[in-house]
């Protein structure tokens, strides 16, 4: 103050030699606090609250005055749980008005300065489903927050998951948030630029009973792989009933495939669903603990888990795993060298000598590669292009044990073993050669109930029932002349919902987004590309199952 009794204003620092020091000390300063937020943001929910008397601890409350201004409709788990500013996986929270996700909740973390700027308080640990308000960085405990938590993750019991293949799951429709009816299992997947040919993969594998079942009732929060861990999370949003969108998005899975698979299956590019079937169910075999012995192992492309029904199977499914137990079958090869003889005519093919020696070998199969007769080459009278059809038992006859193959100079004749719980049957329809690669347009005609196999298995009479009914039917397509890899091509997979025939049995085409359902008439009517068959359950007491006497009736 002076004479007069004014204040007298702040001295200036005076600037010197000590510049250059200042500015470098400032330097070392920001570095430290960008350190610190980096720390703060990666510290772990348990640290957090023993961080010693930084912040008195309070009790969990009741309700909050900042939940009204939480946002469900914004919500979306789907994606990669990444810090939308550090993009660190670690220690990541959700915000539940704006949707976005940031890592930590401490005083120097991206989610505390969200909180403070944007003004955004309710925030959800993605990892353990607890929510906190920020800046404050209390517990919140509110019965009204339980459905956030369970669309983030959600559980299921043995109980809840025993009446999903029944026909009365589909009479009960749930409603997301806009009051839009869906059923659990049978909702579209985000196509987020050309996956559609993994999304029928993930639907088709979904709806087979023991692994469904397996996936649903997991909880993986161990050692076990990332793939693992986000095909399990899949299936559970997708029968999740008490979604608030009637979608769900794959991409938090498929950024795992494309990363386990170094690329070859990306979201980018058109795939082949059938190369992506073969290496996805060897993939999750070997991180379900799968090993390569006998029984157990990944050969070639073939992979197993008991059939819930058949208690039999109880010791197999510890043996063999998931996999194994549901998709893997045995098929026995016979070889013979091609010997030319001259007392052969000239359109008689060669065939077995049973004088000369014949090589046998039985090997395992997750599915079975089925063979189309070539197309017309030329037009009908009328110039339209012939549309070729043939019944699912023509071509089924090259497992009978009798039809020979030639290739390579050897003959060959294949007939099955022992049939898993599930066939899956691969309708060969491109072929490639030095110019182009074709696609073969043959319509299947094939049953939708009791496809009997038995002529098809060297078995005794003691073998499971071999009558099997459809459950999956991938279909493609696209322009005419062109095949699997351009942009005009079409994925769609026909799931069956329900069953037992009749009224009670539905069937529903997805495609990607669009979910309608289907006549049983129109789904043989595609080219199909991919099957998979449920063997039917044997009736109690009698030990037999139904056997009709049609073999080609729709439904059965």
Known sequence: MDADGMERPAKKAKLGL???ASSSVANESSLITERRVSEDSEISDEEEEQRGPRRRAEPPRASDMYLDTINRAVLDFDFEKVCSVSLSNINIYGCLVCGKYFQGRGRNSYAYAHAIHEDHHVFINLESTKVYVLPDGYLVSDPSLEDISFVLAPSFTSASIEGLSSPSFIQKPSYDL???????????????????????????????????????ISNFHGKESELLKRFASLAKKVWNPRLFKSQVSPHEFLQEVGRASAGK???????????????????????????????????????AVLDSREPACAKDRVRTGVIFSTFQGQVRMETQQVVVRPDLGDNEKPRFDIDREIKSTVSPFLFLAVDLPPPPLFQDAVEKNIIPQVGIYSVLTKYDGRTTQESAGQLRRFKCQQLPPYVILNFKRFTKNIFVEEKNPTIVNFPLRGLDLREFLDAPPSHSPTLYDLIANVTHESAAGTTHDKETTVWKVHLRAGGGGGDTEKWFQIQDLIVEEIRKEMIFLGETVLQIWERRPVLSKTNVTIQDESKMHVDR
């Not at 594998?205 to 079942?213: E, F, I, K, S, T």
């Not at 075999?285 to 070639?300: F, I, L, Q």
């Open 265 to 303: 299956f990306s979201l980018g590019s058109q795939g082949d669903p059938v190369e992506f079937l073969g290496w996805l169910l060897n993939r999750l075999h070997k991180d379900m603990g799968g090993t390569k012995k006998k029984n157990s192992s990944t050969c070639s492309i073939y992979l």
């Open 178 to 216: 806009s009051s839009k009816p869906y059923i659990p299992g049978y909702i579209g997947l985000n196509d987020i630029k050309r996956n559609d040919y993994m999304n029928v993969i993930i639907h088709s594998l979904l709806h087979v009973q023991p692994l469904r079942d397996h996936l649903l």
């Open 18 to 20: 000590h510049t250059d």
